[in-house]
């Protein structure tokens, strides 16, 4: 049972360039979600999905895309990267939303843009 | 809207000695509150949470927790750590009702360092 899983582990882009974060889980979770991790400022929320077909935006969208064709994946977009996007990005899952739910965490993918 | 407070952001203890790791939350309406530990190069997991019921809350690896409603504190506590528990905490907090998830509002996370 392998949870969630993030690819890739760490990334290095350059100023404008452009990447995807990859999520997948295994857990038939409908509730997806994407985070990033920055040094005193906890966790923010980017996007969020609860199902296949349905996203909408977390506190901090600006500059990330999203999209959920299957339950099982959740691919996080870099259109154009910038040094302010340089964090540690989390994606967790749900079985559903309703507030009792414990989140499960993957790994982590820790991104640098110069 | 709501948010979540961490008083201390970094903790230092020797080992065997008890800690408490302070939370305070904003709400307007009732909410769920969570734990979640982050060791070294991992991502977060579930220490304890509440939902309802008895106010202390008993979690993974000996924490627990109060929630004190009058006092909006959810403080996490364990009587003798071990190295082993070094990690960041993070507080969390939802409201009741909250089906979305784009609530769930986390603290800014606390380092807690076991030394011997």
């Known amino acids: 049972n392998a949870g969630v899983t993030q690819t890739p582990k760490f990334q290095v882009l350059k100023t404008g360039q452009s990447m995807t974060l990859q999520c997948a889980q295994d857990m038939n979770h409908e509730y997806m979600s994407w985070y990033r991790q920055d040094p005193g400022m906890g966790l923010r929320l980017i996007h969020y999905?609860?199902?296949?077909?349905?996203?909408d935006q977390g506190e901090v969208p600006n500059g990330y895309n999203v999209s959920r064709s299957t339950t099982e994946d959740f691919p996080l977009r870099l259109l154009s990267a910038a040094p302010s996007q340089t964090s540690v990005y989390f994606c967790?899952?749900?079985?559903?939303?309703?507030?009792?739910?414990?989140?499960?965490f993957g790994a982590g993918s820790r991104l640098t843009v110069l | 809207a709501q948010s979540v407070t961490q008083l201390d952001s970094q903790v230092p203890v020797f080992e065997e000695a008890p800690v408490e790791l302070r939370c305070n939350y904003s709400s307007s309406v009732s909410v769920y509150l969570f734990w979640y530990v982050q060791y070294p190069n991992q991502g977060l997991q579930l220490l304890l949470k509440?939902?309802?019921?008895?106010?202390l809350v008993k979690g993974i690896n000996g924490f627990e927790a109060e929630f004190n409603k009058s006092q909006t504190s959810f403080h996490l506590r364990k009587p003798s750590v071990h190295i082993s528990d070094t990690a960041e905490y993070f507080c969390a907090v939802i409201p009741f009702g909250e089906t979305s998830g784009s609530r769930l509002t986390f603290g800014e996370g606390t380092q807690l360092t076991v030394n011997p």
């Open positions: 967790a899952s749900s079985y559903s939303m309703s507030g009792a739910n414990v989140l499960t």
């Open positions: 999905s609860v199902g296949a077909g349905i996203t």
């Open positions: 509440y939902l309802s019921g008895s106010t």
